[in-house]
Structure formats: C-alpha cells, structure tokens
C-alpha cells in the first residue's frame, strides 16, 4: 500500500497525467475511507485532498466525477548489472585516449579572462 511520503503516479482515464507524494493519510468521517492529502509535483505545486477507500490507495481504479482515475505507487528502478560493472571498472583501456570524450574547460579560467 502506498503509504506517507510515496510519490504515485496520477492515471486519468488510463493515461498518466502527472506525479505527486503523499503527504498525510487521514481517517475520514465514513467508515473505512481516508483523506489522502496528494503534494502535486507540478509548476505551481499543488496541494488536493482526495477521499478514498484503501483499495483505490492501493491502485485499484475508481471514478472521479464521472472519470476513471488510478493511483500507481512510483518505485525506483534498479540498476541494470551492466552499469554498475561500467562504473566498478572504469573506463575501457583499449580505446584511444581523447577520442571520444569530452573537452574540461576550466571555469576558473574563464573568470580569470
């Protein structure tokens, strides 16, 4: 269940439109339904109050105003195994020096001119 602090992902009539965190879950007046305080993570920020069972907390669809909405918990994604061996490892040694990376310039020195 997504839980206090958790960023979800909104889905309005099965598209995702935006993401937002949790920032409180409330008991609410009706028994077995939570205001669900939602931080949208939009310019200007946002702050909604959403009430709801936990099923719909838990990603199960319900309707808002008529549309389907759905709540989908945001969970970082591992690093593929092929990265982390480039980063262990370092830089290939075989290839040329100079040829495929980057120029360093110096911020330093271009204040010093």
Same mark, same amino acid.
């Given at each position: 269940?997504? @839980?206090? /602090?958790?960023?979800? =992902? ?10 937002? $965190?949790?920032?409180? %879950? ?8 939570? @205001?669900? /305080?939602?931080?949208? =993570? ?10 709801? $069972?936990?099923?719909? %907390?838990n990603g199960e669809p319900f309707t808002m105003g008529g549309k389907q ?10 690093e593929e195994p092929a990265e982390s061996a480039a980063l262990e490892t ?24």
């Open positions: 269940m997504a @839980q206090e /602090k958790d960023v979800v =992902l909104i889905h309005f009539e099965n598209q995702p439109i935006g993401f937002a $965190r949790i920032e409180s %879950i409330q008991p609410d007046q009706k028994p077995e339904w939570f @205001q669900v /305080k939602l931080l949208l =993570l939009q310019v200007p920020l946002q702050s909604v109050t959403w009430i709801l $069972r936990p099923a719909y %907390i909405m759905r709540l989908e918990k945001v969970v970082c994604p591992e370092g830089p290939d040694p075989d290839k040329k020096k100079g040829t495929a990376a980057g120029k360093v310039i110096s911020l330093t020195d271009l204040k010093r001119k």
